[in-house]
C-alpha cells in the first residue's frame, strides 16, 4: 500500500491517512530531502535558481506531508496518532536544526546573495535574507562543542512543549461535574444543560454530565446563578495541569515549565543573546527589550485606570467585592442592565451559515474573490468542509477546510494552520495555498444551525483574516509567502483587522439573520451590541496586558526564571496591571499554551502591537468607507499580498501614508489617551 502522506496531491487524503503513516512518511521524505541536498551542494557554481529555488520546494514538500499529521493530532487526538506525532517530532527537530547548522548551505548562500544580488527581485533577496538569519539563529557559527549541545537543546525543547500541550489536553478531559439537581443549573443556557444532558447519557447517568471544554466553562462562569458551582469551575479551569486544585499533581507543568525556560535561556546565551526575550526579538518587528516593555507600559498607562474604575462600578453595581469567578457573571448582568444585550440572547441571530455567508460576501466586495462549498473533497470529520477560493477571473486561488464546532479529542481554542504554501518556481510543479479554519463553537443542536455569540463572530472573522493572508499572497516562494517570514508581532493584523468589520453597522446585517423569522439583527439591538464594545474594555485589556508582561519579563531576566522567581514576576506584574485579584491558588501559567507550547514565547506582547497596527490600518477603511475598493487594493498590494517578501513596518507605511499610531484603537475601545 502506498504511504497516502507521501502521494502528495493537490489535497491530503484525509481518509486514507491512518497513524502509521505517520513516521515513516516523515522518515522517507527527511532521507529523500537529505539526498537532494547533498546533490544540490555537490553541484559546481550553484545560483540562486539551481540552489535556492530547489531547496525551497523540498522544504515545502516536507512541510506538505506533515502538515496534515499535525492536524489531525490537533482535531481527532488519539492515544495512536499521539504517539505517532511525537515519534516524528524529534526527526523533524533533528533534520531542521541539521540544515539549520549546515555551514556549507549557510556559506553558500551568503555567497549568492553577494554575487547575484544586483540581478535579484526585492522578494528573492528576501529568501536569502530571512534564511541566512535562520541559520544564524540556529548555530550555523558556533564551534562543534556548542553548536551539539545546542541541538540537544532544540530537540528536547520541541519534546517538552508538545508535553506540555498534551498534559493540558489530558488535564481538562480529566474533570467533568455530574449534575443531579436541575436547580444547580439555574441560568445556564438551554443549548448548554441540553448538551449536558446527552452527555450523561452517554455515560449511562442520569442527570446532567458538566464538561471542561471552553464552551461550557465559559458558559458556567458567566450565567450560572450557581456561585459554588461558578467556583468549582474556575477552580478547575484555573489550576489545569498544576499542583493545585482537583486534578493536583496528575498533569502537573510545574516542572515542565521550570525546565522549558532553564533550556530556553541556555539557548539565548549560545546564541549571544542575554537571555530568551532578546533572541525572540531578533525575528520581530519590534527591536528592543526596552521598546517592548515602554509600549506595554504606555498601554497601560491608559487601559489600567479605566480598567480599576470599571471593576469599582461593577462591585457597586453587585453591592460587594468580587471573586474572580463572580466578575464574568456581574459583568454579563451589568452589560445587560446598560446595553440590555447578552451574548447568549445574539445567538438567534448568527446562524453559523448565515455568518459565513456573510463574510464570504466581504471578502467578495474587498477583493474581488469568491468562495463556495465543495462536497467532493473527503475530510477528517463529518463536521469539516473544504471551500474553494476564485479570483475575478474565476481562476481558482486557492482553498480553505473548516471544522468548527467544539468536541471530544480536539484541542481547544481557534487557529488557521497552512496544508499548503503557495508556490511557484522554476523546475518543479505550482502548487496552491490551502489552508484549515479550526474553532471551538458549541455544535448545533436539535434540529437547528449552529448559532454564535457575537464573540464566536469574531473569532470566525480573525482565524478568516489569517487565511486571506495565507491565500491571498502573490509571492512565489513559500519561505517568504501567506503568513510565512510575517514577524510574530505584526501577523495578527490581518486577523484583527478583518475582526473589525464584525463591529461595523454596514456589515452587521450581511452576516445576521434570525434562526426562525430570517430578520437582520434590528437596529435598536444593533446600538446596545455596539455599546458593548466599549464594555470593560479597560479590564480586558489590561488582562492582555498581564498576560504579555509576565511572558516578556519572565523570558527577560539575567539568569532562567524557576517556580519562586516566576511567581515573583507574576506579582510585580499584578502590581502594576492586575485589576482582579485572583486567589492564590489560581495556576493559569500551568496551561498557558500560547507561550509554554505555542509560538508566543516572550511574544505575547505581539497581540497588543498588532491590535495597534490592525486599528490604525482599519482607520483607512473607515475613512474612505469599509467597502471602499482603491483602500482595499492597496492594502492588497502593498501589505497583504506580500506575505514576509517585505519589510512590515515599510509595507504599512506604503499602505497608511505614516508610521503607526495607538490612537485610533484607544478611541476604538472609548478610552481617552
Ligand atoms: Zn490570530
Request: charge should be negative; charged fraction near 25%.
Amino acid at each position: 500500500m502506498p504511504n497516502p502522506l507521501l502521494d502528495v496531491g493537490e489535497l491530503p487524503d484525509y481518509a486514507a491517512i491512518r497513524p502509521e503513516h505517520a513516521l515513516g512518511a516523515v522518515r522517507d521524505q527527511i532521507s529523500e530531502n537529505r539526498r537532494r541536498l547533498a546533490e544540490l551542494l555537490a553541484q559546481p557554481n550553484p545560483t540562486f535558481a539551481t540552489l535556492v529555488e530547489p531547496f525551497e520546494a523540498m522544504q515545502h514538500r516536507l512541510n506538505q506531508v506533515f502538515a496534515p499529521i499535525g492536524h489531525l493530532n490537533a482535531v481527532t487526538n488519539s492515544d495512536e496518532l499521539r504517539a505517532a506525532y511525537n515519534a516524528c517530532l524529534p526527526l523533524l527537530s533533528e533534520y531542521q536544526t541539521e540544515v539549520g547548522q549546515n555551514d556549507l548551505l549557510a556559506a553558500t548562500y551568503a555567497a549568492i546573495r553577494e554575487r547575484e544580488a544586483p540581478a535579484l527581485s526585492a522578494a528573492q533577496i528576501r529568501v536569502l535574507d530571512f534564511a541566512l538569519r535562520e541559520f544564524e539563529l540556529a548555530g550555523v557559527r558556533l564551534p562543534a562543542g556548542p553548536k551539539a549541545r545546542f541541538k540537544d537543546l532544540m530537540q528536547e525543547l520541541a519534546q517538552l512543549q508538545s508535553k506540555f500541550e498534551e498534559q493540558v489536553l489530558d488535564a481538562t478531559q480529566a474533570w467533568s461535574r455530574s449534575v443531579a439537581d436541575a436547580a444547580s443549573l439555574a441560568g445556564l443556557p438551554a443549548h448548554v444543560t441540553e448538551r449536558a444532558a446527552a452527555q450523561a447519557r452517554q455515560q449511562g447517568q442520569d442527570g446532567w454530565l458538566l464538561k471542561l471544554d471552553q464552551p461550557t466553562y465559559v458558559a458556567v462562569v458567566t450565567h450560572a446563578e450557581d456561585r459554588d458551582l461558578r467556583r468549582e469551575f474556575y477552580e478547575a479551569w484555573a489550576t489545569r495541569a498544576s499542583d493545585r486544585g482537583p486534578c493536583a499533581g496528575r498533569f502537573d507543568n510545574g516542572p515542565v515549565i521550570t525546565d522549558i525556560l532553564r533550556l530556553r535561556h541556555e539557548a539565548a546565551r549560545l546564541l549571544g543573546y542575554g537571555n530568551f526575550a532578546e533572541l525572540s526579538l531578533a525575528t520581530k518587528m519590534a527591536t528592543n527589550v526596552a521598546e517592548v516593555i515602554g509600549f506595554l507600559e504606555e498601554l497601560a498607562d491608559s487601559y489600567v485606570p479605566a480598567g480599576r474604575t470599571e471593576l469599582a462600578k461593577l462591585e457597586a453595581f453587585a453591592g460587594r467585592p468580587l471573586d474572580a469567578w463572580d466578575v464574568p457573571y456581574y459583568a454579563d448582568k451589568l452589560q445587560r442592565k446598560l446595553h440590555d444585550v447578552s451574548e447568549e440572547e445574539l445567538r438567534p441571530w448568527f446562524p453559523l451559515p448565515r455568518v459565513l455567508s456573510g463574510l464570504f460576501a466581504i471578502a467578495e466586495r474587498l477583493y474581488g474573490v469568491t468562495i463556495a462549498a465543495r462536497e467532493d473533497v473527503t475530510t477528517w470529520h463529518a463536521d469539516a468542509r473544504y471551500y474553494e477560493i476564485r479570483d475575478r477571473d474565476g481562476a481558482t486561488i486557492g482553498g480553505f477546510y473548516t471544522d468548527l464546532y467544539a468536541r471530544d479529542h480536539k484541542r481547544g481554542g481557534a487557529w488557521m494552520g497552512e496544508v499548503s504554501v503557495r508556490k511557484r518556481l522554476g523546475g518543479s510543479p505550482a502548487v496552491r495555498p490551502v489552508a484549515n479554519i479550526v474553532c471551538n463553537f458549541a455544535p448545533p443542536s436539535a434540529g437547528q444551525p449552529a448559532l454564535l455569540t457575537h464573540g464566536d463572530v469574531l473569532t470566525m472573522f480573525h482565524e478568516f483574516g489569517h487565511a486571506l493572508h495565507h491565500l491571498l499572497t502573490r509571492i512565489d516562494y513559500p519561505s517568504v509567502a501567506g503568513i510565512n517570514g510575517v514577524p510574530w508581532d505584526a501577523v495578527e493584523l490581518p486577523s484583527q483587522m478583518m475582526e473589525q468589520w464584525a463591529w461595523r453597522p454596514e456589515v452587521l446585517p450581511l452576516v445576521s439573520a434570525h434562526v426562525a423569522t430570517g430578520e437582520p439583527l434590528p437596529a435598536q439591538m444593533l446600538a446596545r451590541l455596539l455599546g458593548t464594545r466599549t464594555f470593560h474594555a479597560g479590564l480586558a485589556a489590561a488582562r492582555q496586558l498581564e498576560f504579555a508582561l509576565f511572558d516578556f519579563r519572565l523570558h527577560s531576566g539575567t539568569e532562567a526564571a524557576d517556580a519562586t522567581s516566576m511567581a515573583e514576576v507574576l506579582s510585580a506584574v499584578r502590581a502594576r496591571v492586575g485589576i482582579v485579584r485572583p486567589p492564590e491558588w489560581n495556576r493559569f501559567a500551568y496551561s498557558f499554551m500560547h507561550v509554554f507550547s505555542g509560538g508566543y514565547a516572550a511574544g505575547y506582547y505581539s497581540y497588543k502591537w498588532a491590535e495597534v497596527l490592525a486599528a490604525d490600518a482599519f482607520a483607512a477603511f473607515a475613512e474612505a468607507g469599509v467597502f471602499d475598493g482603491p483602500t482595499a487594493a492597496r492594502f492588497l498590494d502593498e501589505l497583504l499580498s506580500r506575505g514576509g517578501s517585505r519589510d512590515l513596518m515599510e509595507a504599512f507605511v506604503a499602505f497608511r501614508g505614516r508610521r503607526p499610531d495607538v490612537r485610533p484603537l484607544l478611541q476604538q475601545h472609548g478610552i481617552a489617551a
